[in-house]
């Protein structure tokens, strides 16, 4: 355990990710227990107020994004100071994406429907960085031989090639799994080949003279969204708490 330690976090210089990303995911897990606790009306939490203004906790996250941030580049990737501005980044990062949403909608969404994407947000960034921190490096860089890496051309085809399928995925209208290409460039290859969802910008482009295909990406998309909506659902109502009944914030107010 010593030596895979030694070998696969301190020499790559991997432990301020490591810090980063247990702080992110600590940050994250416990502001949604207090935030829960606080819509029960358990416990000894409240909402903090400057007055009558609702002081949401993206603004400390900011803060301490700020400030982690600019100390990780003040730093040289070693040491105390390295390492407290990893765990203040994470704690940072966690806080300001726990309310993603909120910063999306420019509206208190925390708990509707739309609230749903700071979740997603959180879990996707925590794989992304799972995955760096596993060795996968953007592009599939990590994928070329020493010979291939001494190569530019090769190394310029190759980070080319990757973000093209990425961009590709991305028109798609699948954007997980072009953010998830970038990382590891099989899953945006086959983000590339597969049919685009019918409401993709893609799909309007090249499949408006096409109603075959378009009638596929459609008949696709139905059944992809029928089989795994409500376990994405349910995962995200484990996770983050179950929205508030009724429209959004923004139907109402208009």
Not at 77 to 102: H, N, P, Q, T, Y
Request: glycine share 14%; hydrophobic share 50%.
């Amino acid at each position: 355990m010593g030596q895979w330690w030694e070998r696969n976090i301190i020499e790559p210089g991997k432990l301020p990710l490591l810090l980063a990303l247990t702080a992110f995911v600590l940050t994250f897990v416990v502001t949604r227990v207090i935030t829960r606790m606080i819509r029960a009306g358990k416990g000894p939490f409240g909402n903090i107020r400057a007055g009558s203004v609702h002081v949401h906790h993206v603004v400390p996250g900011v803060i301490l994004t700020v400030v982690g941030g600019f100390g990780a580049v003040a730093g040289d990737g070693r040491g105390f100071g390295s390492g407290l501005s990893a765990v203040l980044f994470g704690i940072g990062a966690g806080l300001v994406l726990d309310e993603f949403a909120l910063i999306l909608h420019l509206d208190d969404v925390y708990w509707t429907e739309a609230g749903r994407k700071s979740v997603e947000m959180v879990v996707l960034t925590a794989a992304l960085v799972g995955l760096l921190l596993a060795g996968f490096v953007p592009f599939g860089v990590n994928d070329l031989s020493e010979e291939e890496l001494q190569n530019r051309a090769g190394v310029a085809g190759s980070v080319g090639a990757n973000f093209l399928c990425s961009l590709i995925a991305l028109g798609k209208g699948k954007a997980r799994i072009a953010v998830f290409g970038v990382i590891v460039p099989v899953v945006a290859l086959v983000g590339a080949l597969r049919l685009a969802r019918p409401d993709s910008p893609w799909a309007r482009r090249f499949y408006r003279r096409r109603p075959r295909a378009r009638a596929r990406a459609v008949l696709r998309a139905y059944h992809h969204d029928r089989r795994w909506s409500g376990p994405r659902r349910a995962v995200q109502d484990w996770i983050g708490g179950k929205p508030d009944p009724g429209p959004p914030r923004s139907l109402e107010r208009g």
